[in-house]
């Protein structure tokens, strides 16, 4: 479907649940309250969902939490998904903390692409960031899933100033070994905004402290990311820059959240409500419809309008 500022809609984000096995800073609040099971759309309510936004022109999917890993059932779920006409593509983006014994399930449930979020590869500074996890179980994840047969498997890196800013150039040295690596801008969101405020470094510091980044001429404009490449090295790196590079002119996104409410916007507070739905195809289709004509313009972060929700209630 066609939005009504022209952009062709085709991805779904889809958060399994709002549990998360690590406590980033940035991302859960000391208060964090998790949703009732009663709450949560049930894996049968999701693929119903998967299946109407296949018919509205929906290719790619990706689930989210959360952790994803950590969804009961999310082997079967990816095998259903994977089995709807119409959908090109299942991603799924992990801490990678449980990936070790869940890969090759993955992979063969149909699981085309990881990204793994990863915002530092010191012990010490990763300990700190997820408040107490070992950055040995992440490497154990991203290893298994390479032997599982993942390639091209992305690492996700928010800039956090003063805490992760000296790793830059090792981070992005892993362009050179098998991964693409995105840097991401910190968001001020939910409960968690004043600690995005406190540490955000702009995007503009990675070509900085790294200046043989050449810009590629050509890339998919739908992708948040604008990427660069170092001579010699197999893969891109990339900057996504939702706060120095509004992004929003492209965006091909919709998102719904692990208790049943379809974002047009991640950066809105505006939600349509599909679990109550679930099981009528021709609701959840007159629904779906609404929320891709919806889908605002541009987000008005630079305006310090954020929304309430914090990220691990809408799906990384």
């Given at each position: 479907m066609i939005d009504q500022y022209n952009r062709d809609i085709s991805y779904l984000?889809?958060?399994?649940?709002?549990?998360?096995?690590?406590?980033?800073?940035?991302?859960?609040?000391?208060?964090?309250?998790?949703?009732s099971h009663a709450e949560i759309l049930r894996l049968e309510e999701i693929e119903n969902i998967c299946k109407v936004a296949a018919e509205n022109g929906i290719t790619k999917i990706r689930l989210t939490g959360g952790e994803p890993l950590l969804r009961k059932g999310i082997i079967n779920l990816v095998e259903k998904i994977k089995n709807i006409d119409k959908i090109k593509e299942i991603a799924i983006t992990t801490n990678a903390v449980l990936l070790e014994s869940m890969a090759k399930d993955l992979k063969s449930a149909g699981a085309d692409r990881l990204n793994i979020s990863l915002d530092s590869m010191e012990e010490k500074t990763f300990s700190m960031i997820t408040r107490g996890a070992k950055l040995i179980d992440v490497q154990r994840g991203i290893e298994s899933a390479i032997s599982a047969g993942f390639e091209g498997i992305k690492i996700n890196t928010v800039l956090l100033k003063g805490i992760n800013d000296n790793e830059i150039p090792e981070f992005v040295g892993l362009s050179k070994y098998g991964f693409e690596v995105r840097f991401i801008e910190l968001m001020p969101i939910g409960n968690t905004a004043s600690y995005a405020k406190k540490h955000f470094m702009s995007a503009q510091e990675v070509l900085n402290l790294c200046p043989s980044l050449i810009e590629e001429e050509s890339y998919d404009y739908s992708s948040p990311a604008k990427y660069y490449k170092i001579p010699g090295h197999k893969y891109k790196v990339g900057l996504i820059r939702p706060i120095s590079c509004n992004f929003c002119e492209a965006c091909n996104r919709i998102r719904l959240t692990a208790d049943g409410k379809l974002k047009p916007c991640l950066h809105s507070n505006q939600e349509i409500d599909v679990k109550g739905v679930s099981n009528d195809m021709k609701a959840i289709d007159k629904k779906m419809k609404s929320a891709i004509i919806s889908k605002p313009k541009k987000h008005n972060l630079e305006n310090m309008e954020y929304i309430i929700r914090g990220m691990s209630k809408i799906g990384g």
């Amino acid at each position: 479907m066609i939005d009504q500022y022209n952009r062709d809609i085709s991805y779904l984000r889809i958060s399994v649940t709002d549990l998360c096995n690590l406590r980033c800073r940035y991302c859960i609040s000391d208060n964090f309250e998790k949703k009732s099971h009663a709450e949560i759309l049930r894996l049968e309510e999701i693929e119903n969902i998967c299946k109407v936004a296949a018919e509205n022109g929906i290719t790619k999917i990706r689930l989210t939490g959360g952790e994803p890993l950590l969804r009961k059932g999310i082997i079967n779920l990816v095998e259903k998904i994977k089995n709807i006409d119409k959908i090109k593509e299942i991603a799924i983006t992990t801490n990678a903390v449980l990936l070790e014994s869940m890969a090759k399930d993955l992979k063969s449930a149909g699981a085309d692409r990881l990204n793994i979020s990863l915002d530092s590869m010191e012990e010490k500074t990763f300990s700190m960031i997820t408040r107490g996890a070992k950055l040995i179980d992440v490497q154990r994840g991203i290893e298994s899933a390479i032997s599982a047969g993942f390639e091209g498997i992305k690492i996700n890196t928010v800039l956090l100033k003063g805490i992760n800013d000296n790793e830059i150039p090792e981070f992005v040295g892993l362009s050179k070994y098998g991964f693409e690596v995105r840097f991401i801008e910190l968001m001020p969101i939910g409960n968690t905004a004043s600690y995005a405020k406190k540490h955000f470094m702009s995007a503009q510091e990675v070509l900085n402290l790294c200046p043989s980044l050449i810009e590629e001429e050509s890339y998919d404009y739908s992708s948040p990311a604008k990427y660069y490449k170092i001579p010699g090295h197999k893969y891109k790196v990339g900057l996504i820059r939702p706060i120095s590079c509004n992004f929003c002119e492209a965006c091909n996104r919709i998102r719904l959240t692990a208790d049943g409410k379809l974002k047009p916007c991640l950066h809105s507070n505006q939600e349509i409500d599909v679990k109550g739905v679930s099981n009528d195809m021709k609701a959840i289709d007159k629904k779906m419809k609404s929320a891709i004509i919806s889908k605002p313009k541009k987000h008005n972060l630079e305006n310090m309008e954020y929304i309430i929700r914090g990220m691990s209630k809408i799906g990384g």
